[in-house]
């Protein structure tokens, strides 16, 4: 069965970066692409961007342009979510989730990593 | 593509049918428009995916149709549980949408 599996949540500075994984497994890996998604706190879904695990093509949303960076590693299935330069503001719940191009299959998504961004 | 959900908030009793939109700013394919449930501290739980197919052990309550710009998501009779938030997205490309949501509450 399909699964993505995410790191544990991480507390950081303002001004820092943080990188979250998300290990997928019960699939062909480079078959489906990956987005990210972030909720703040009493917020709604918010897209990050997209990669694709075949050839590392990546997509991101305006709002987070030159402050995100995904990647994957197809040796180990693992795509990353790098986010630089965090504030107060980027404290949210973040997911992966890999996307579904039929008819016969839907969104599965990882459970989730908090992200806290405190002085 | 810009997903508008409407109403923002939708006070109904339990019993009473509930009916929520998703307007897209352009043509959506019906295979790729998923509705979630979403409730306080939990993550989003899928509920329809190819704007009309039942996610694994929904109930049949809960129905998704529409095509193009216009979706729609019913829940027949609302139980206790269904009071929660609820968002459309698309989704099978390089670049996703949200809905902001629609809030059902008890009225």
């Known amino acids: 069965?399909?699964?993505?599996?995410?790191?544990?949540?991480?507390?950081?500075?303002?001004?820092?970066?943080?990188?979250?994984?998300?290990?997928?497994s019960g699939y062909t890996f480079s078959s489906y692409g990956i987005s990210w998604v972030r909720q703040a706190p009493r917020q709604g879904l918010e897209w990050m961007?997209?990669?694709?695990?075949?050839?590392?093509?990546?997509?991101?949303?305006?709002?987070?342009?030159?402050?995100?960076?995904?990647?994957?590693?197809?040796?180990?299935?693992?795509?990353?979510?790098?986010?630089?330069?965090?504030?107060?503001?980027?404290?949210?719940?973040?997911?992966?989730?890999?996307?579904c191009y039929s008819t016969s299959?839907?969104?599965?998504?990882?459970?989730?990593?908090?992200?806290?961004?405190?002085? | 593509i810009v997903l508008t959900q409407s109403p923002g908030t939708l006070s109904l009793s339990p019993g009473e049918r509930a009916t929520l939109s998703?307007?897209?700013?352009?043509?959506?394919s019906s295979t790729y428009l998923a509705w979630y449930q979403q409730k306080p501290g939990q993550a989003p739980r899928l509920l329809i995916y190819g704007a009309s197919s039942r996610a694994t052990g929904i109930p049949d309550r809960f129905r998704g149709g529409g095509s193009g710009t216009d979706f729609t998501l019913t829940i027949s009779r609302l139980e206790p549980e269904d009071f929660a938030v609820y968002y459309c997205q698309q989704y099978g490309s390089s670049r996703w949408t949200f809905g902001q949501g629609t809030k059902v509450e008890i009225k």
């Open chain 1, 49 to 99: 961007g997209w990669i694709s695990p075949y050839n590392g093509n990546t997509n991101y949303a305006q709002k987070f342009q030159g402050r995100v960076t995904m990647t994957r590693d197809t040796s180990t299935s693992t795509v990353y979510m790098e986010l630089r330069s965090l504030r107060s503001d980027d404290t949210a719940v973040y997911y992966c989730a890999r996307d």
């Open chain 2, 22 to 28: 998703c307007r897209a700013s352009q043509t959506v």
């Open chain 1, 105 to 119: 299959c839907y969104v599965h998504w990882g459970q989730g990593t908090l992200v806290t961004v405190s002085s």
């Open chain 1, 1 to 24: 069965q399909v699964e993505l599996v995410q790191s544990g949540a991480e507390v950081k500075k303002p001004g820092a970066s943080v990188k979250v994984s998300c290990k997928a």
